[in-house]
């Protein structure tokens, strides 16, 4: 039998599609740009998902705004923007390329886009006859944002916008199908519910009470179903201070005949919104159908005692914890009752109450467990709710420490997650710091950050994107910057966030004076207050 020998070239069009797919683009061009006219075909083909959320200005100027927007926008399926880190981005994008060009885009995300920028954007989104979702994060919207971009294009389908308030009763309709959004009261969802009857996900944040004696005082109105709803989350802020009643009333007044998914999470003062006997109610009749159940209420540490909580806990566990099994925590500032294991990542024990010195032996996250912070990734800690001989586990890749004392050894606490971190908040840069090779994020309180530090923190974390750093003297700083950006072995540094202690001197004293040589060097930089904001 003859032997086939075959290459990678040989391989079909549609297999590099496939290997395409799961690279990203700047991976894909460095791979297979110019390999070979096959594979380079291949690749014009291919449709691409764009992130820039986190890239460094040298990367954008010289890839992205040259080459792959100006040659490639008709692949484009995906974008996400940001002037979170990545300074301003969003305004030179809108500036360089016109948005309705990009004819196969389906998804978009936009992060702190400015009043203006988002008013251009909702003006073009007609005109993207592919779009199917947009995302974005902003404190403030254009007026009838949310109308136009819900109801002018028939592909759109999904939109994640959970800071836009609705304040009034829509007088339109839409055939979206995923939402998340923040509604004033519990009558505006209940609008929103009826316009929208196509929505099969809604997440829902609820702003503020009706502020109605009993329940006498809420209008009855024709029930509304709502067929399509297979995933319902409502969040109740802790400000609302919304009555349980008014919850209640939510279900009083619509039909969920094919729900799936019911998510409750509530900051509250008042033990109502873990009365069993209400939510036993609530489930029988008005979510039987129901598969999943996501429970998560806070109550202030200060208002209740524990035993109090404990008795609410032990009945809600006894009544519904056959179908829905409950657990309690307790973070020092809150307690906790919620379904299956802590359902947050993120868990902040940095206020401890010194009435809590016996719960200091239990891990917070698992009330009934004496292994510390096994269920979390994220964590933020003060030197107090530290003992001499915890270690955390693996699973912490997020981690803050305030005030720390001389009892914490940072190595033996660190040993186990040292290798997993991605991000890190402490004091100073102490001696007995673990290397943490995966280490994107670092700040760096309360100690001023010197020119010898640079060395130390290149061995620390060689792979550091973010460094928040403070500085008592900002004529120093310029020095600083030179030795991070080009006498260090920090490479993928990409962003820089400065906090001045300097007494004699601002930073736009100093921009003004270092103008040229920071222009000449490409970077990007912003003045926000005490804050120096530089983009390499």
Not at 340 to 362: A, G, Q, V, W
Not at 517 to 530: A, C, G, H, R, T
């Given at each position: 039998m003859p032997i086939s020998i075959n290459t990678f070239q040989d391989l079909s069009s549609e297999i590099f599609l496939e290997i395409f797919d799961y690279l990203s683009i700047e991976d894909c061009f460095n791979a297979f740009y110019n390999l070979n006219w096959k594979i380079k075909s291949t690749l014009e083909l291919a449709g691409f998902s764009i992130d820039l959320t986190s890239i460094s200005r040298k990367t954008y100027d010289e890839f992205y705004k040259k080459i792959v927007?100006?040659?490639?926008?008709?692949?484009?399926?995906?974008?996400?923007?940001?002037?979170?880190?990545?300074?301003?981005?969003?305004?030179?994008?809108?500036?360089?390329?016109?948005l309705d060009d990009f004819e196969q885009l389906r998804s978009i995300t936009l992060i702190k886009p400015s009043y203006m920028t988002l008013g251009s954007f909702a003006l073009m989104v007609p005109y993207l006859k592919q779009l199917e979702h947009i995302s974005v994060d902003s404190n403030s919207y254009p007026y009838n944002f949310f109308e136009s971009i819900t109801t002018n294009l028939l592909s759109m389908n999904a939109c994640y916008l959970p800071r836009l308030e609705i304040e009034d009763q829509l007088s339109f309709q839409s055939n979206i199908k995923y939402l998340t959004i923040t509604v004033e009261d519990v009558t505006y969802l209940l609008n929103l519910l009826a316009v929208f009857p196509q929505l099969k996900y809604l997440h829902a944040s609820l702003l503020s009470t009706l502020d109605i004696d009993g329940n006498s005082g809420l209008p009855i109105i024709n029930i509304i179903p709502c067929k399509n709803l297979q995933t319902l989350k409502l969040d109740v802020l802790e400000r609302s201070s919304i009555d349980f009643y008014e919850i209640e009333y939510i279900f009083l007044q619509t039909s969920f005949d094919n729900l799936k998914s019911f998510s409750y999470n509530c900051t509250t003062k008042s033990l109502n919104h873990v009365d069993v006997s209400r939510w036993k109610k609530i489930l029988s009749t008005y979510l039987s159908t129901i598969e999943n159940f996501y429970f998560f209420v806070q109550i202030p540490f200060s208002l209740f005692s524990s035993d109090n909580i404990k008795n609410v806990f032990n009945h809600i566990q006894t009544d519904l914890g056959s179908s829905f099994p409950f657990s309690l925590s307790i973070n020092y500032l809150?307690?906790?009752?919620?379904?299956?294991?802590?359902?947050?990542?993120?868990?902040?024990?940095?206020?401890?109450?010194?009435?809590?010195?016996?719960?200091?032996?239990?891990d917070p996250i698992s009330y009934e467990s004496t292994m510390k912070f096994s269920k979390v990734d994220s964590l933020i800690l003060n030197s107090h709710s530290i003992s001499s001989f915890t270690i955390l586990p693996k699973t912490i890749k997020h981690l803050q420490i305030h005030d720390q004392d001389d009892h914490v050894n940072l190595d033996k606490f660190l040993r186990q997650c040292s290798n997993q971190l991605l991000s890190l908040k402490i004091i100073g840069l102490p001696y007995d710091l673990s290397p943490m090779p995966k280490l994107r994020q670092l700040t760096i309180q309360k100690v001023m950050f010197k020119l010898q530090m640079v060395p130390k923190l290149s061995l620390l974390c060689p792979c550091l994107e973010l460094l928040t750093i403070e500085i008592d003297c900002i004529q120093e700083f310029k020095q600083i910057l030179d030795q991070l950006q080009y006498q260090s072995n920090l490479n993928e540094l990409k962003f820089i966030r400065v906090f001045s202690r300097d007494p004699k001197q601002t930073w736009t004293r100093w921009l003004d004076e270092n103008q040229s040589?920071?222009?000449?060097?490409?970077?990007?930089?912003?003045?926000?207050?005490?804050f120096l904001f530089i983009w390499l």
């Open positions: 927007f100006p040659n490639y926008y008709r692949q484009i399926r995906k974008l996400k923007l940001s002037n979170d880190l990545t300074i301003n981005l969003l305004e030179r994008f809108f500036n360089d390329f016109q809150y307690y906790i009752i919620h379904t299956e294991i802590y359902s947050k990542s993120h868990f902040d024990l940095s206020c401890k109450l010194l009435e809590t010195d016996s719960d200091l032996n239990y040589s920071l222009d000449n060097s490409n970077i990007s930089y912003e003045v926000k207050d005490l």
